[in-house]
């Protein structure tokens, strides 16, 4: 059972940054694809950016631009780099691991075997 937990989620006003941090329990190397979802109030999550271990990328296309996913095998950390944020960029964000996926479906839900608790992000205007 691989273990996320995330973190670096806080309050920051319209066009600012934030760093986003999900450590595995797992070997990250080992790990096919990750991503990172978001849900906010009312709406059903949604992929924002999937990582395939070869090194692809697939980016919602809010995300296009905006934000980048990276990880760290040293540390078996995913992080979500988010710049320009927007008022809609509120919403619950959640890591998720996947033992193998498509790159097409890198940022579909069932493609994804194991998920963190989700770490808050609001941005106010």
């Known amino acids: 059972q691989v273990q996320l937990v995330e973190s670096g989620g806080g309050s920051v006003e319209a066009g600012g940054s934030l760093r986003l941090s999900c450590v595995s329990s797992e070997v990250i190397a080992s790990t096919k694809c990750m991503a990172w979802f978001r849900q906010a109030p009312g709406k059903e999550r949604e992929g924002v950016v999937g990582l395939r271990n070869n090194g692809w990328t697939r980016h919602a296309d809010s995300a296009e631009g905006r934000f980048t996913i990276f990880q760290d095998n040293a540390t078996n950390t995913l992080y979500l780099q988010m710049s320009r944020l927007k008022v809609e960029d509120t919403a619950m964000y959640y890591c998720?691991?996947?033992?193998?996926?498509?790159?097409?479906?890198?940022?579909?839900?069932?493609?994804?075997?194991?998920w963190g608790q989700g770490t808050q992000v609001t941005v106010s205007s």
């Open positions: 998720a691991a996947a033992r193998d996926c498509k790159w097409w479906n890198l940022l579909k839900i069932d493609e994804y075997d194991y």
